[in-house]
């Protein structure tokens, strides 16, 4: 009996979780964007596939203050019914904690994996008006006046901030950290010459360059860029040199029911997987790239052991 009992309660709650899938999703699903710049074409892209599949209008909510840690402990903290995701970056999720003191979220117990959909291109950029033509002629320049470079980048706690301090760490370059609310504000006041350097990604420069308001001083990935074949990266530039995580995911709240999240995982596959959305992300700087949630909440684990190794060889201390 007792075995009939428990098939019985298994069988009602596969029938129970099977029919609250299909009634997903009974209101507008929000998109919190944690990611400032031009991440909001991808989210916006996204968004359009699923509301012309899901039958209720997906909106994007952008939220990306405090490198974005406003938008992600919003969705932490949301109902885990599906109506409520986000577009983070692996900044938000696995480099914050390590950086800032009492952040009110975990990395892997506060949110539900659904997949990843990009790998950003991360660039290190000056002011055409200054005559800084590679990363390592601003370390040197950086060094022979100490105080005298002040960096820019989308907050504490995000892969540029980080990046930054690993170049501090390795060059022993004296440079000031000028914190934004945001990606854009570090571009602009890079081509106004408030600061000198800025740590951006493409997807946010990519507007400035033709018109040549905007350098390119080195790359912030694994490999060169096809678009500045001669533009080296920071580990080309600086020996030793290991770069954060860069990557753009969808998740939703701790708890979020498996065929809402197989739902959504398929959907989204497919619409980052088609040529033309595939075409527009990455013209802008994005290379599409998706995953199973297992696969993202592997990745996230992955990523929080090298997070960790990277900010104990520089030594850095949470704020």
């Given at each position: 009996m007792a075995r009939i009992a428990?098939?019985?309660?298994?069988?009602?709650?596969?029938?129970?979780?099977?029919?609250?899938?299909?009634?997903?999703?009974?209101?507008?699903?929000?998109?919190?964007?944690?990611?400032?710049?031009?991440?909001?074409?991808?989210?916006?892209?996204?968004?359009?596939?699923?509301?012309?599949?899901?039958?209720?209008?997906?909106?994007?909510?952008?939220?990306?203050?405090?490198?974005?840690?406003?938008?992600?402990?919003?969705?932490?903290?949301?109902?885990?019914?599906?109506?409520?995701?986000?577009?983070?970056?692996?900044?938000?999720?696995?480099?914050?904690?390590?950086?800032?003191?009492?952040?009110?979220?975990?990395a892997i117990k506060s949110f539900?994996?659904?997949?990843?959909?990009?790998?950003?291109?991360?660039?290190?950029?000056?002011?055409?008006?200054?005559?800084?033509?590679?990363?390592?002629?601003?370390?040197?320049?950086?060094?022979?006046?100490?105080?005298?470079?002040?960096?820019?980048?989308?907050?504490?706690?995000?892969?540029?901030?980080?990046?930054?301090?690993?170049?501090?760490?390795?060059?022993?370059?004296?440079?000031?950290?000028?914190?934004?609310?945001?990606?854009?504000?570090?571009?602009?006041?890079?081509?106004?010459?408030?600061?000198?350097?800025?740590?951006?990604?493409?997807?946010?420069?990519?507007?400035?360059?033709?018109?040549?308001?905007?350098?390119?001083?080195?790359?912030?990935?694994?490999?060169?860029?096809?678009?500045?074949?001669?533009?080296?990266?920071?580990?080309?530039?600086?020996?030793?040199?290991?770069?954060?995580?860069?990557?753009?995911?969808?998740?939703?709240?701790?708890?979020?029911?498996?065929?809402?999240?197989?739902?959504?995982?398929?959907?989204?596959?497919?619409?980052?997987?088609?040529?033309?959305?595939?075409t527009k992300a990455e013209n802008?700087?994005?290379?599409?790239?998706?995953?199973?949630?297992?696969?993202?909440?592997?990745?996230?684990?992955?990523?929080?052991?090298?997070?960790?190794?990277?900010?104990?060889?520089?030594?850095?201390?949470?704020?």
């Amino acid at each position: 009996m007792a075995r009939i009992a428990r098939f019985s309660w298994l069988l009602c709650l596969i029938v129970a979780s099977a029919a609250f899938s299909q009634a997903y999703p009974s209101k507008p699903v929000r998109t919190i964007m944690t990611v400032a710049g031009g991440a909001d074409v991808v989210a916006r892209l996204v968004a359009q596939g699923l509301t012309s599949v899901l039958g209720q209008p997906v909106i994007v909510e952008s939220q990306a203050g405090a490198g974005g840690a406003i938008g992600v402990e919003m969705v932490a903290r949301a109902a885990p019914d599906g109506h409520t995701i986000m577009l983070a970056a692996a900044s938000n999720i696995v480099g914050r904690q390590f950086l800032v003191r009492n952040t009110p979220y975990d990395a892997i117990k506060s949110f539900t994996p659904i997949t990843k959909v990009a790998d950003t291109i991360l660039v290190v950029i000056t002011s055409p008006s200054l005559p800084f033509q590679s990363l390592k002629e601003v370390i040197d320049y950086g060094k022979r006046n100490p105080g005298k470079i002040s960096y820019g980048t989308s907050g504490i706690g995000t892969n540029h901030h980080l990046s930054a301090e690993m170049i501090r760490v390795l060059t022993g370059i004296d440079w000031v950290h000028v914190p934004y609310k945001g990606g854009p504000p570090v571009v602009t006041d890079t081509i106004t010459g408030r600061i000198q350097v800025g740590f951006s990604i493409l997807a946010t420069v990519s507007p400035f360059l033709d018109s040549g308001k905007i350098r390119v001083i080195a790359i912030n990935n694994a490999q060169r860029h096809p678009r500045f074949p001669n533009i080296a990266t920071v580990a080309e530039q600086i020996p030793g040199y290991e770069q954060p995580p860069g990557w753009m995911s969808y998740l939703g709240p701790a708890g979020m029911p498996r065929p809402i999240v197989t739902r959504l995982n398929a959907e989204i596959v497919k619409i980052m997987n088609s040529p033309e959305v595939k075409t527009k992300a990455e013209n802008i700087g994005f290379l599409a790239s998706t995953t199973t949630p297992e696969q993202l909440a592997d990745m996230i684990k992955r990523d929080l052991a090298i997070m960790e190794r990277i900010v104990k060889a520089a030594g850095i201390q949470p704020e």
